[in-house]
């Protein structure tokens, strides 16, 4: 597995290094030397690693695990030849989009639909091709940065857009946009709060109305959704999250979300809304420069294909996690107790993460490891085998069973039995 020359190199310099320190160096403390240069170089692959922070979808950690299905789909098309731009039925050359454009609409009820890299490329092919060098009206209480670079201003400046900022940070309404129109305004930008919330003596502008002011102005009203939920996960015990369904209800003519998200599906910025826009966005050069691959659309259709009932769509590992019964956690988690000695099963709460629904947590069932040194426990369990994320809470390290699969069970017990054990 690790090769014939990564051994040599590894053995070579830990050769080298005792060398240059004059000591004769004992053979166990050559050998261990060699052993951590190699975990040193794996860790420095990417690697699978398990979740157990109890963030559902953890951006460091790869944001949404994908389907099985989806996987083996896209493993099928990626291994050979497909017809990814070419049209069996016609027998000449087709379009990349059509079959995840097909679903897209059938799920979200939009006119057309097109996928781009992210979501951050979604909002600048958007741009660029809406608003460059005019206005673009937004309310200051979305002005977000949502991490890895990605602020709404820095974002406009780049695609050429000029920000015209309305209301205050706490409040805003319809006439502040309207006072804000002039001939020079492109289009009217709403972007989801993502990583924070505003309460209190707080107002925001409704979406039908802005919808309807844009319709006025001759000018389209696009929404940055971000996490891009396409059910309600008020079904999930969770609080209603705003759908894309719910956006174009609202009369949003351009919804940009990611993929990668609430979806649960493979990195990508999916665009949905009015025909005549997207036809503009699909004429776009930019958007050759942005276009997925076929691992990606193969991904995202076998993912959107799963939408089809709940059943299916809890094969999705984003959904089958919050599907969990607080019943089974406590079940396995009684099966971690009773194969690793001192440790405690705790309740917990598990967060969706991915910069959607900050304040929302779901119930979930921790192992949780007393040690005087939490940081040496949680490096030990980075540096195993499978590498294990933990978090500590209250001065111990624990192990949440929500973002762990019950079939990484086996492996995280014999992981964290060679270690805390
Ligand atoms: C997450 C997020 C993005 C960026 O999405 P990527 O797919 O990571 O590019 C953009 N806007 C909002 C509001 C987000 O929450």
């Known amino acids: 597995m690790l090769g014939r020359d990564a051994l040599k190199r590894a053995v070579a ?10 000591g ?3 053979y166990e403390h050559l050998a261990l030397g060699v052993i951590d240069r190699l975990d040193r170089d794996a860790a420095a692959s990417l690697v699978a690693v398990i979740n157990a922070t109890g963030v559902l979808l953890h951006t460091n950690l790869g944001r949404a695990p994908l389907a099985e299905a989806a996987c083996a789909h896209a493993c099928d098309i990626g291994r050979g030849y497909s017809n990814l731009e070419y049209d069996l039925t016609l027998g000449e050359r087709g379009s990349r989009y059509d079959r995840v454009t097909g679903l897209l609409r059938e799920i979200t009820g939009a006119q057309d639909a097109l996928v781009v890299n992210n979501c951050a490329a979604a909002m600048l092919l958007i741009l660029d091709t809406f608003a460059k060098g005019r206005e673009v009206v937004v309310a200051r209480n979305q002005l977000i940065e949502i991490g890895g670079g990605f602020r709404v201003p820095e974002v406009l400046e780049r695609s050429g857009a000029i920000l015209v900022e309305v209301g ?10 309207e006072r804000a129109l002039t001939t020079d305004t492109a ?6 709060q993502s990583n924070f919330a505003i309460e209190g003596f707080t107002a925001d502008a409704a979406p039908p109305a802005l919808s309807a002011l844009a319709r006025r102005a001759g000018i389209p009203l696009v929404e940055d959704l971000g996490s891009g939920a396409v059910v309600d996960l008020a079904e999930y015990g969770l609080p209603h999250e705003r759908t894309v369904q719910d956006a174009l209800r609202d009369g949003v003519d351009v919804v940009a979300f990611s993929g990668d998200k609430l979806l649960g599906g493979p990195q990508a910025g999916i665009i949905v809304g009015n025909s005549a826009l997207t036809a503009r ?18 991904l995202l259709a076998a993912t ?3 939408y089809h009932d709940r059943r299916s769509r809890e094969q999705i590992p984003f959904f089958a996690m919050l599907a969990m019964p607080m019943e089974s956690l406590r079940e396995r988690a009684r099966r971690y107790a009773a194969q690793v000695g001192n440790a405690r099963i705790v309740d917990a709460q598990a967060f969706v993460g991915g910069g959607s629904l900050p304040r929302a ?29 933990a978090r500590i809470e209250n001065g111990e390290v624990r192990l949440d069973l929500r973002t762990i699969a019950p079939k990484q069970d086996a492996a995280v017990i014999e992981a964290v039995l060679g270690i805390a054990g």
Not at 168 to 177: A, H, L, Q, S, Y
Not at 187 to 192: K, N, Q, S
Not at 368 to 389: C, N, S, W
């Open 13 to 22: 310099s830990e050769l080298d290094a005792a060398r240059a320190c004059d």
């Open 24 to 26: 004769v160096a004992a």
């Open 168 to 177: 205050t940070t706490n409040k805003v309404n319809e006439r502040d946009f």
């Open 187 to 192: 289009l009217l930008l709403r972007t989801h």
């Open 281 to 298: 966005l699909r004429a776009n050069p930019l958007l050759r420069a942005l276009r997925v691959d076929k691992m990606t659309l193969a």
């Open 304 to 306: 959107l294909r799963l």
């Open 361 to 389: 947590h779901v119930p979930s069932v921790a192992i949780a490891f007393e040690t005087p040194y939490p940081d040496q426990l949680m490096e030990r369990l980075r540096r195993g085998r499978p590498p294990i994320v």
